[in-house]
């Protein structure tokens, strides 16, 4: 295999031209705000301002198990962050994210409201203030963090690298294509020798490691990322696809899966959530 556009880098990067690509528009090399704008504030305890995305995802399906789980504390107002037009560049959203990603949360339960950005930090957080869905016996509780850290530093290479250069680079590269679907078929092979062992990701009790790989490594084995299911061959992950359809049918995921999104019918999907009825009238599939 040859390279025919070769390249070589400067002494010193600049920021010069566009990177291309789909999310072109919003990618830049510096983190302070690009505008003054304050965040909405609604009547529960737990704000969140977030994009129904992976990373999202994982917050809205956590929040919706633990009030599944009679936690009436858990209710919370989730705000819909439009990174496509830049919402997260806002000097509101960046007092809370510094990063300026999603998601973001805003615990105001207490007398000083708390921030907490980084999707496993929000998980965990919920995790502990309820006391649910994160084992308390050490060995147990290990395992559980070990998989959600692995989520946590793995997925990258899923999204930011295959889902970049297959689905989203202004042009197809085979080097980066092959070198990230062969991290991403490993780590689906992780997957399945684990699931293979163990009911669930964790062990044999359903935790926030399960909800939070749900999202990035469930819908890739339903083939529903980057149209690259039969790219992937993610049927050959037997035990992955009987995991990721248990997870898809709990009610609580498929409530969460649908908050802070807008593409689709109308009727799949919730652009902001502000109460229990706002599902009524929705197809969750």
Not at 78 to 89: E, P
Not at 119 to 143: D, Q, T, V, Y
Not at 172 to 195: F, G
Request: hydrophobic residues 40%; charged residues 20%; proline residues 6%.
């Amino acid at each position: 295999m040859t390279d025919s556009s070769a390249y070589t880098p400067p002494k010193v990067w600049s920021w010069d031209q566009p990177s291309g690509g789909t999310f072109a528009n919003i990618n830049r090399p510096v983190a302070s705000p690009t505008h003054d704008k304050e965040l909405p504030v609604g009547r529960h305890p737990l704000q969140l301002y977030s994009l129904g995305t992976p990373n999202g995802v994982k917050v809205t399906i956590m929040l919706e198990e633990l009030l599944a789980l009679g936690h009436s504390g858990a209710e919370y107002d989730a705000w819909f962050i439009n990174i496509g037009k830049g919402d997260q560049f806002g000097s509101g959203f960046v007092d809370i994210n510094p990063n300026a990603k999603i998601p973001a949360m805003l615990d105001r339960s207490g007398a000083t409201p708390i921030r907490i950005f980084e999707s496993g930090a929000i998980l965990m957080h919920l995790a502990e203030k309820f006391g649910e869905l994160l084992p308390r016996e050490a060995g147990a509780r290990a395992e559980c963090l070990s998989w959600l850290f692995w989520q946590m530093g793995s997925a990258p290479f899923v999204g930011g690298g295959f889902g970049h250069f297959y689905a989203y680079a202004p042009t197809k590269i085979e080097y980066a294509i092959n070198r990230y679907a062969m991290e991403t078929k490993r780590q689906l092979d992780v997957l399945d020798r684990r699931l293979a062992e163990s009911e669930y990701v964790a062990g044999d009790t359903y935790t926030l490691a399960d909800i939070a790989i749900w999202p990035w490594y469930g819908i890739v084995a339903q083939g529903k990322a980057y149209n690259a299911g039969e790219f992937l061959n993610v049927q050959e992950y037997t035990h992955l696809q009987r995991w990721t359809a248990m997870i898809a049918a709990r009610p609580a995921v498929k409530r969460g899966r649908i908050v802070n999104t807008s593409q689709g019918d109308a009727a799949t999907v919730l652009i902001e959530r502000h109460a229990a009825s706002d599902f009524n009238g929705k197809i969750l599939g």
